[in-house]
């Protein structure tokens, strides 16, 4: 969720401020924000949103599909913040995306916090797919042997007599007699 916000938040950011002039009037300057410079910053988000709402929900292998997916998505907001660092003139793009002609500008200068809030997001993404693969493997490992709190009533009297199979009746087991109508006293005395 955090890196969701993160991305949120890059992208509303400014990532170049473009000054041109037509040689008319005063300088004039265009900011471009994130969402604008990188288009891909707010669907990583929504990704990043809805894969941290899925995972209240699911289990197992699914859980695995979405900590992949994440996973995945992470290279791209990974790609989104190193690429703009690594571009040597933002100039070109710039005047591209803010649709001033080339001779009309004067400088582009970029800001590095929307980047960084990009890579930071990207971290936080990682390190929750993580965290979403072991908590499948261990709610996997878990629920095979041990019965949970979900589990239907039969099931839960089934796991409940194979754990108490030799043992005398546990507290447990002398309620499920009851709900099911049998005394659980003994088996001497059915019928009377």
Do not use: C
């Not at 003139?89 to 002609?101: F, N, S």
């Not at 980047?115 to 990682?126: C, M, R, T």
């Not at 041990?146 to 309620?175: F, N």
């Amino acid at each position: 969720m955090l890196s969701a916000l993160a991305l949120w938040a890059a992208s509303r950011l400014p990532w170049v401020d473009v000054t041109s002039s037509d040689g008319l009037g005063r300088p004039r300057m265009t900011t471009l924000n994130g969402a604008t410079w990188s288009t891909p910053l707010v669907p990583l988000a929504l990704v990043a949103l809805a894969a941290a709402v899925a995972a209240l929900a699911v289990r197992g292998w699914v859980l695995r599909l979405i900590a992949s997916l994440v996973a995945v998505a992470t290279f791209g907001m990974g790609y989104v913040g190193i690429g703009f660092w690594m571009t040597r003139d933002v100039a070109p793009r710039a005047v591209e995306l803010a649709q001033i002609p080339v001779t009309a500008l004067l400088r582009a200068q970029r800001h590095y916090g929307g980047a960084v809030l990009v890579l930071i997001g990207a971290v936080g993404a990682l390190a929750g797919a993580v965290l979403l693969v072991r908590s499948a493997a261990s709610a996997g490992a878990r629920g095979a042997t041990t019965p949970g709190k979900y589990l239907a009533p039969a099931a839960k009297r089934e796991a409940a007599r194979q754990e108490k199979a030799g043992d005398g009746m546990s507290e447990r087991m002398i309620w499920d007699a009851l709900d099911e109508g049998r005394d659980p006293t003994g088996p001497d005395n059915e019928g009377r």
